[in-house]
């Protein structure tokens, strides 16, 4: 029976992914397990540290499906490791060639190797899942391009923007989570062969020419030193997967916001029922935004508890270790939900220009009062020209007019600008500054990115 979100007959879809799931099954850390044991004796035998038809026996034998996996589970539960239980299995399984398994390693060797096995997959399906984001903000960037809408600061209308230019915005973040994953990679992706106390002591001088050999035969990097107790490279992915979901998070929360019935700006796509409520026929919820939100802070979560259990003690942890166990395979689950329902989002997200043009319009010109500022500016001075605009906004506010409205009532102002240049001025179309130049500017960066 399911008692968590990641494995629920309810919830496993909303909180995880299939393919993500299936990197980090149970059937799946134990393949990895057995893969880091084989891919050991080859590179022993390949060193002459054990014969060659022992590893050629290993490679043939060792398999999952061989295994006893309750006889695992009962064994794990005593040790309090899978790796004694499965060396006991193994050794048996692989008859008179069994001796030669798991060879001068340490439990946490496998097990640390195999969850960087891990990490390369899950990493690749997070980078996949990165490009389709910022493929479908780049499209949505680049038609709405001059799309205006009111920008918001302290949610209050601040000055006008487009549409476009919120979307760069994001695009830049994933641009950047793209730059920092292939900086990331290498450090992550690096295998783990060291043996009891990190030195290596069992094979002797020939346990460095071993770790290299293994890790050749596995694709990793070799390690600068042991890294038992150095947990760096884990805290670091996790933590990129916490700012992963932290902007994901961020574009969420601006969705849900713009689809507030009062201001109804954008839409998650519509599928009969999605979002329903079970009294209110009217409501149309932000689930993929709901989701990705709580993803997001799950993440975090898992994130901080990643920085703890870098603190562990001399050569070999006493309980940080077990705490990745739970985190790492948890934000990676959530992270990979996260991404697959933002993806489905943005692909069909309902932009609804005309609501965001009214709501640019409903301050009645009041956003551009800094445009009116700036063309006063040259006339009256910077401050005259400011204090003279907010006396004109406290006019519009408190009569109930537009600002063009108070700007043409008074004296001062209509001294230095026409009727003309006013209504140009109070117009929030006209104001969008450089925003479609900074969109462009935005798309030819990601694009570069992609060569």
């Known amino acids: 029976m399911s008692s968590t979100v990641y494995d629920s007959l309810l919830f496993r879809n909303m909180f995880g992914t299939e393919k993500m799931r299936g990197v980090f099954s149970d059937k799946a850390l134990i393949e990895r397990y057995i893969e880091t044991e084989v891919a050991l004796a080859k590179a022993e035998a390949s060193c002459g540290v054990i014969p060659e038809a022992a590893a050629t026996e290993i490679a043939r034998k060792a398999h999952y499906e061989a295994l006893n996996l309750e006889e695992m589970r009962h064994q794990t539960e005593i040790v309090g490791y899978p790796i004694l239980p499965l060396v006991e299995q193994l050794s048996l399984i692989c008859g008179e060639s069994g001796r030669y398994v798991h060879w001068g390693a340490t439990t946490q060797d496998i097990m640390d190797t195999a969850v960087v096995l891990q990490i390369r997959a899950a990493l690749d399906i997070v980078e996949a899942d990165i490009h389709n984001v910022r493929e479908v903000l780049t499209r949505l960037a680049r038609e709405y391009r001059d799309t205006p809408m009111a920008g918001r600061t302290h949610l209050q209308h601040a000055l006008p923007i487009t549409f476009g230019y919120k979307c760069a915005v994001w695009l830049s973040m994933f641009d950047r989570h793209i730059e920092r994953l292939g900086q990331l990679r290498p450090r992550v992706e690096t295998g783990q062969f ?59 929360l601006d969705i849900m916001m713009m689809m507030t019935s009062e201001l109804g700006e954008v839409y998650e796509p519509f599928v009969k029922g999605r979002g329903a409520s079970s009294t209110m026929p009217q409501k149309r919820n932000p689930i993929s935004c709901e989701i990705i939100y709580a993803a997001a802070k799950g993440v975090r979560q898992h994130a901080g508890l990643m920085l703890d259990a ?49 709501n640019l319009n409903m301050t009645r010109g009041l956003i551009v009062a800094e445009a009116v500022m700036m063309g006063l500016a040259p006339q009256l001075g910077r401050q005259t020209a400011h204090d003279v605009v907010y006396d004109a906004c406290r006019v519009a506010n408190t009569e109930n007019i537009s600002l063009l409205d108070a700007l043409l009532a008074n004296e001062i102002v209509m001294a230095k600008l026409t009727s003309a240049e006013l209504r140009v001025l109070t117009e929030p179309g006209n104001y969008t500054g450089l925003a479609p130049l900074m969109v462009d500017r935005a798309l030819t960066a990601s694009a570069k990115m992609n060569n």
């Not at 001399?314 to 933002?342: C, D, K, Y």
């Open 194 to 252: 060291a043996g009891a106390a990190g030195t290596l002591a069992s094979l002797g001088d020939g346990g460095l020419d071993v770790q290299k050999a293994m890790m050749n035969e596995l694709g990793l990097n070799v390690p600068q030193a042991t890294w038992h107790v150095a947990r760096d490279s884990f805290a670091e992915t996790l933590n990129f997967l916490g700012l992963v979901t932290g902007s994901l998070g961020k574009v969420a």
């Open 310 to 358: 870098m603190i562990q003690d001399f050569e070999r942890s006493t309980g940080p270790w077990q705490a990745e166990w739970v985190a790492i395979p948890e934000a990676f689950m959530l992270s990979s939900a996260a991404l697959e329902q933002a993806v489905y989002m943005l692909n069909g997200l309902e932009v609804k220009p005309d609501n965001m043009r009214k």
